[in-house]
């Protein structure tokens, strides 16, 4: 390599490293090793702006995490379409919409403790952590449990906390909760979350039949008990393990 060639790659990197440490959008000041990223700023716009995704926290992060990385690379080119996708074991990443909608409608702020019932692909943990370092995920099926775990260890999410188990009874360990996300349908609120959440804390649960459809319900825990708002209609896989029992 000449002098100059290598002159020009110095340059080229450094605008990289730049364009990084002013967040710029990939690729804006250096050739993305991404070739998704243009897909995903399109799926921001046109599948999360266009609806009522305003925060603009939410919408950076949206525009950030590689989804496409989170589902196998057969389905990659499919991972920013406006529908859910198949991760294994009959499972789904919901639709980027959904993610964007409960994470904004959660409204994590800095420091405060996150718990996630259904890991999945661990694609909402993802975006859950860019809004605070304290994110505890449980997946009820091993294989799923284990390969988020691997997958966010290799895209360097190494605060988020994966647990094997039955989100039904929560992480004791770790309670209280800012904040719980139920992420598989459930015909009831399980008692013990609902005691591992903060006063004050909010918990968000698609609530109703775990066949057809449910209502995304928004729970607040408040001094006079439990404020509940019904949000919107959807669907999601079901929540298995102790709850069936109940
Ligand atoms: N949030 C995930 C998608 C969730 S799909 C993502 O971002 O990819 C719902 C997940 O909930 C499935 O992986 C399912 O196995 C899991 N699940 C079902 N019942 C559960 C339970 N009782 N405890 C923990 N996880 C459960």
Known sequence: MTKSARHLLAILALLCIVGEFLSLPDGALCESPDPYAATRQRMVLHQLRARDITDPKVLKVMG?????????????SQAYADHPLPIGEGQTISQPYIVALMTQILDVKPGEKVLEIGTGSGYQAAV?????????????????AENASKRLKALSYDKIRVKHGDGYYGWLEYAPFDTIMVTAAANHVSPSLLDQL???????????????YQTLTKITKTPKGNEVEHLLGVVFVPMVGKILEE
């Not at 950030?64 to 990659?76: E, G, M």
């Not at 859950?128 to 799923?144: A, P, Q």
């Open 64 to 76: 950030t995490v590689k989804r496409h990385l989170f589902v196998s690379p057969s389905r990659a």
């Open 128 to 144: 859950l952590s860019h809004f605070t370092d304290h994110v505890w995920s449980i997946e009820i099926r091993k294989g799923l």
């Open 198 to 212: 903060k006063m004050g804390g909010r918990l968000l649960i698609p609530l109703g039949s775990t066949t057809y």
